[in-house]
């Protein structure tokens, strides 16, 4: 099992960023496929972005592409989203969440997988 723990949601501007971070601890963190989701009020979670588990393939919604990036650092542990020129429409409670199938970065399957607690990230006009 693992245990993910998300960090780095608040409040900010429009056109502001921010950087999110999920620490992971249990197996062992190179073995998966990481991955954001997003969920606003109202609305159906959004598979925002992917990365492998080696960290050298990724993948971004259209919603986010060019503004937003996901990285890795297995040594220790944890994935990052780097959020650049927010919009008010990125606000959204933002989910980690692990897989053990290696292409699940791609697809967006994470059905398998596990999830953080979620961090809230509010962007004001």
């Known amino acids: 099992q693992v245990q993910l723990v998300e960090s780095g949601g608040g409040l900010v501007q429009a056109g502001g960023s921010l950087r999110l971070s999920c620490a992971a601890s249990?197996?062992?963190?190179?073995?998966?496929?990481m991955g954001w989701f997003r969920q606003a009020p109202g609305k159906e979670r959004e598979y925002v972005a992917g990365?492998?588990?080696?960290?050298?393939?990724?993948y971004y919604a259209d919603s986010v592409k060019g503004r937003f990036t996901i990285s890795r650092d297995n040594a220790k542990n944890t994935v990052f989203l780097q959020m650049n020129s927010l919009k008010p429409e990125d606000t959204a409670v933002y989910y980690c969440?692990?897989?053990?199938?290696?292409?699940?970065?791609?697809?967006?399957?994470?059905?398998?997988?596990?999830w953080g607690q979620g961090t809230q990230v509010t962007v004001s006009s």
């Open positions: 969440v692990a897989s053990p199938l290696r292409s699940s970065f791609l697809t967006g399957d994470y059905d398998k997988g596990y």
């Open positions: 249990g197996r062992t963190f190179s073995n998966y496929a």
């Open positions: 990365i492998s588990w080696s960290g050298a393939s990724t």
